[in-house]
């Protein structure tokens, strides 16, 4: 039976039919829709492996390998990464190369050494501020115009960089950050980054025009932001106000970038991120996107007391840290907290990992783009009673993660071959099939990543010309207060104070070789370092004085002098075999003395059963 209701309205029935029938072209236009979508895509991701190769490099600041692959435990008893989508992404689906190392552990020498594939020696960017490092320093050197981004745009590529650039620049008064430096097709960078290392109230150089503050930076004085984002932002801002979260906004960017980019044309886009640096705000460390604060709250220090954390004996270390004394209750608290704010702000450079992943899937792109995960140098908490800084040639502040995912790669793949960061621009030449118009000290990783078992003896080098002023503001933590580890002024992070070193992790002139298991280290006054990192992989043991170790330690110093002053591809030339160790040589020794001794045992034996066969005979 109808309902009364439906008999005195007519127009419904009507309605409901033109409905039905609408809603049916619609599903057919949708269908069309859909399929002539896939077919572009399709066409679109068919038209983009024929055409060169694309490259994304992304470059965090002071990001160490536990901030990438070690995990905290919940307390579910499981465990929570800071990177899960990086790790499975990139990860999961590319290779992992476990000895990466950078030549020189200071921000704007490691980033030239990426763009050019120069050691320091031969970019001459030798620190972080002028007349001879930072932006200043590249700016008046052959680099600035040949370099990975002027060889690529040189190229047909499409240049585009996003996020943190040099130590300098914007800085007056030598840069007003309106530059746009050579080899950029679309520039998109932060201003005065190293001076503030702000997470709100930023200010960036959109392709020539500068613009903000983006946000609130607050006041120097109380060292805290005027404002910060709302918990929902970026995704989803409850109160209604713009949201200005550097990393988010690098993130934007990037997508932003990528879908700006024509089909037909190539690209190289580098996304430099500031955290997890310190921003010399309270808490100590970086500022974590709103949505992340607390996250890894109780998250402990990455290295334990078995590990180096404020190790004991320092007596075979050299003199400044021999003299430093051990950590106190409040450095080691401060620190754990900065440890954790990594952790926290490293969240949203993961998600931005993932936004290019999808942003590169959505456009056809991803099969044919490579991915490189890296960061410009490591940072010490706790280690040989360092805090504060990094500088020097030891693991926690030269040892760095890279992946690199992308056409022709193994998913889940990793080498042991050691490596360095004046290899990225190589790489991705020969991969672009670009020739430099400039010699490069690095070598390609293409043939490692084609057989991830492969193996050279290349010697690597470290180096370091800093100064005392080259600190960026001492890397030291933000407490608000005065500890043995703020330097000569007493105060950490001050706007417009002198910039300065952490008592126990100064700035060091040095230079350095990692050649198999060794590393070998020579200080300006005399003091040498070895260590066997295979046996000690933490260095607790410097084994210079060990006369087992002779043999090895004159090698390495004859081929630290030859690299010292290399150039070209005699910086990547291939050493000898390694020496062995006295022990090993006598063991070598006994051994062959032992295989003499069965062989001639084995000859006696067939010359016995020789006689013995002829006496039968007889």
């Known amino acids: 039976m109808i309902s009364p209701d439906l008999r005195t309205q007519p127009w419904r029935g009507g309605a409901t039919a033109r409905l039905a029938a609408a809603f049916a072209v619609l599903a057919l236009i949708l269908g069309l829709v859909l399929v002539a979508t896939d077919e572009a895509n399709a066409a679109r ?11 994304v490099v992304i470059q965090t600041d002071d990001e160490t390998l536990e901030e990438l692959y070690k995990g905290v435990r919940t307390a579910s008893g499981g465990e929570e990464f800071a990177m899960p989508n990086t790790l499975q992404l990139l990860g999961e689906r590319g290779e992992t190369f476990t000895q990466y190392y950078t030549p020189y552990s200071l921000c704007a020498p490691s980033r030239v050494s990426l763009w050019t594939g120069r050691y320091a020696h031969n970019n001459h960017v030798e620190g972080n501020v002028p007349p001879n490092g930072g932006f200043t320093g590249l700016q ?84 805290e932001y005027g404002e910060i984002d709302d918990p929902g932002c970026p995704y989803a801002p409850l109160n209604g106000k713009p949201c200005f979260y550097e990393t988010d906004k690098f993130n934007q960017l990037a ?53 180096g954390f404020n190790e004991g004996n320092v007596n075979d270390k050299p003199r400044f840290i021999r003299e430093a004394p051990y950590l106190s209750a409040q450095e080691i608290h401060t620190y754990r907290v900065y440890y954790q704010n990594c952790l926290a702000s490293l969240i949203a450079v993961d998600e931005g990992v993932k936004q ?13 783009t490579y991915i490189l995960f890296t960061s410009d140098n490591g940072f010490f908490f706790g280690q040989h009673r360092l805090v504060g800084g990094k500088f020097l040639a030891y693991q926690p502040s030269t040892h760095l993660p890279l992946i690199i995912r ?32 400039k010699s490069i000290d690095g070598t390609s990783l293409v043939p490692f990543m084609k057989d991830p078992e492969l193996r050279e003896n290349r010697p690597l080098l470290f180096e370091s010309f800093v100064q005392s002023n080259d600190v960026e503001q001492g890397g030291n933590a933000s407490t608000g207060e005065t500890t043995s580890a703020g330097g000569a002024n007493g105060k950490l992070g001050v706007k417009g104070a002198a910039a300065h070193a952490s008592e126990v992790a100064p700035p060091k002139n040095y230079y350095g070789i990692l050649l198999g298991p060794y590393k070998y280290i020579e200080w300006p006054d005399g003091e040498k370092e070895l260590y066997n990192l295979e046996k000690d992989p933490y260095e607790l043991n410097n ?7 002779a043999p090895v330690r004159a090698f390495l110093h004859n081929e630290l002098v030859r690299l010292e002053t290399c150039k070209g591809r005699g910086c990547s030339q291939l050493a000898p075999e390694i020496p062995l160790t006295r022990r ?24 016995e059963a020789r006689r013995g066969g002829k006496g039968h005979k007889h």
């Open 543 to 549: 084994v210079i004085r060990n006369k087992n170790y």
């Open 255 to 307: 997508t932003e970038e990528l879908a700006a980019t024509s089909p037909e044309q190539p690209f190289y886009m580098q996304v430099d991120y500031t955290a997890p640096h310190g921003d010399f705000r309270k808490p100590a460390g970086p500022q974590p996107a709103t949505r992340d604060l607390g996250r890894f709250a109780g998250a402990p220090l990455p290295d334990n007391r078995a590990e």
């Open 45 to 55: 991701a068919k038209s983009s492996e024929l055409q060169k190769p694309s490259f």
């Open 406 to 437: 992308g056409p022709g790669i193994k998913p889940g793949s990793s080498t042991a071959q050691q490596v360095s960061t004046i290899d990225i621009a190589p790489t991705i030449l020969e991969l672009a099939g670009v020739t430099p118009d």
């Open 140 to 223: 008046s050197r052959i680099g600035y115009s040949h370099n990975i981004a002027t060889w690529l745009q040189g190229a047909g590529y499409r240049t585009i960089h996003v996020g943190k650039y040099l130590n300098g620049y914007g800085d007056s008064p030598y840069s007003p950050g309106t530059e746009v430096p050579p080899g950029w097709s679309s520039w998109r960078s932060v201003l005065n980054s190293d001076t503030n290392h702000f997470f709100y109230g930023y200010t960036m150089n959109n392709n020539g025009t500068v613009e903000g503050p983006f946000g609130n930076s607050g006041s120097w004085e109380t060292r």
């Open 356 to 368: 290019i992943v999808d942003e590169l899937g959505a456009l056809g792109r991803l099969r044919n």
């Open 584 to 607: 090993q040589r006598l063991q070598a020794k006994r051994e062959k003395e032992r295989e003499q001794r069965e062989q001639e045992r084995e000859r006696k034996q067939r010359e």
